[in-house]
């Protein structure tokens, strides 16, 4: 730890030994606590989590370049101080790695005899007695951290280089499709079909985070454009004949927003087309057989929305011939109230509609499912909203299928 030169480090200031012949080490106080702390609320916003990352993956780089392994990188090694004032980038608190109980020297990683480190966070390869340690085995622990940042809990822990990677939109489904192939990169059982240096990481981590950022910043722009050209069709429409208005939104004023392919659009208030992921999704989320369908999820933040305590609102739109296939498994709502399931008619199908009340910040939720069976697939809609007014029929109002979604443009199911 002395001679580990790094900012993103917990240091050793000092050695000593008292006069009754205990020995100490003089180590700076961290104020701001544990990431294992903050992850307690549930998942990180995309952005934060990534920018911890890329820190986190800095001083695990610093430490092999002083040729140290940690071997026990977790969320309760990752500590916080204060960011001080005037405050960094993104107002973020300094990242600093600590505990370098288990670390051993590279030049021995080789002949580990016993397997130690944390379930869930080291790769299959350090829970061998035996198993060769190099420093892909903390890339792998960079991974499953920010697995767990992402998706409010650790990986499931490896025990066989034969396992399948983990995806983390496996447990948080609306995950920007880069996203999920950088965290299963780092978790691949195989150490060869990972990352090889903690630094390598850290360029892919920045080079993601600038990507969303552009993302993000194109979107906000072109939502800025469609609400605008949106408004002056929508009024010229109402202008040109008085039976424009069963094309409008469900209100005058709201935006419609689609998925990648067009097939799916859902007018809702401006407020929550702030983002816009639509990308589509994956029916396994529901219990059903995985696979790659037409979706699309909108909020005013993407990184927020998915906490269920949040006070943030927004809705998913998802179809899949999937949901033909089975009885989905819907989200549980354990600390709301169960409003008696009823029946509406969406798109010219019936669908019941489960709606969970009183989650705490005024927060509900609707969960609705329908079958087109005519055509082949079915839809999964989940509108969370924030206040007493209840907004579920007018969005189900404003949902669209378009004429090319197909059995087959819905996906097969299966991956």
Request: a neutral charge; glycine letters at 8%; proline letters at 9%.
């Amino acid at each position: 730890m002395r001679r580990a030169d790094s900012a993103l480090l917990v240091r050793v200031l000092d050695v000593g030994e008292l006069p009754d012949g205990r020995p100490y080490l003089v180590m700076p106080f961290i104020a701001g606590g544990a990431l294992a702390e903050r992850l307690a609320a549930g998942p990180l916003p995309v952005r934060d989590a990534l920018h911890i990352a890329a820190d986190i993956a800095r001083a695990i780089a610093a430490l092999h370049e002083a040729g140290v392994l940690h071997r026990d990188l977790k969320p309760s090694n990752v500590l916080f101080a204060p960011a001080p004032a005037p405050a960094p980038a993104f107002g973020r608190d300094r990242v600093l790695v600590a505990d370098l109980g288990l670390a051993k020297a590279l030049a021995n990683a080789s002949g580990f005899t016993i397997a130690a480190g944390t379930p869930g966070y080291m790769p299959p390869e350090q829970a061998t007695p035996g198993g060769g340690l190099d420093t892909r085995a903390d890339v792998y622990a960079i991974g499953a951290t920010l697995f767990h940042m992402l998706t409010g809990r650790p990986p499931e822990p490896v025990w066989s280089s034969s396992s399948r990677a983990r995806r983390p939109s496996q447990v948080r489904s609306e995950l920007p499709s880069m996203v999920d192939d950088v965290v299963s990169r780092a978790l691949q059982p195989d150490p060869r079909q990972r990352w090889d240096s903690a630094a390598a990481m850290v360029a892919e981590l920045e080079r993601l985070a600038a990507a969303l950022e552009r993302e993000s910043s194109r979107g906000r722009v072109l939502r800025w454009l469609g609400r605008t050209v949106g408004a002056v069709i929508s009024i010229a429409a109402v202008l040109a004949t008085t039976s424009a208005s069963a094309t409008l939104p469900a209100r005058f004023g709201w935006v419609r927003v689609h998925d990648a392919s067009g097939d799916l659009s859902v007018a809702v208030p401006p407020a929550w087309a702030g983002q816009l992921k639509d990308d589509g999704w994956n029916p396994s989320v529901l219990r059903l057989p995985a696979g790659h369908a037409p979706g699309l999820v909108a909020a005013p933040d993407l990184g927020v929305w998915p906490d269920p305590a949040s006070a943030m609102p927004g809705v998913f739109v998802g179809a899949s011939n999937a949901l033909l296939a089975g009885n989905p498994a819907l989200p549980s709502h354990p600390s709301c109230v169960a409003a008696p399931d009823r029946t509406v008619e969406v798109a010219g199908s019936p669908a019941r509609v489960t709606r969970w009340t009183s989650c705490g910040a005024a927060v509900s939720f609707s969960e609705v499912v329908f079958a087109v069976p005519h055509r082949g697939f079915g839809v999964y809609v989940q509108i969370k909203q924030v206040g007493e007014s209840d907004l579920t029929d007018e969005i189900l109002a404003g949902l669209r299928l378009s004429a090319s979604l197909t059995p087959q443009a819905a996906g097969d199911g299966y991956s």
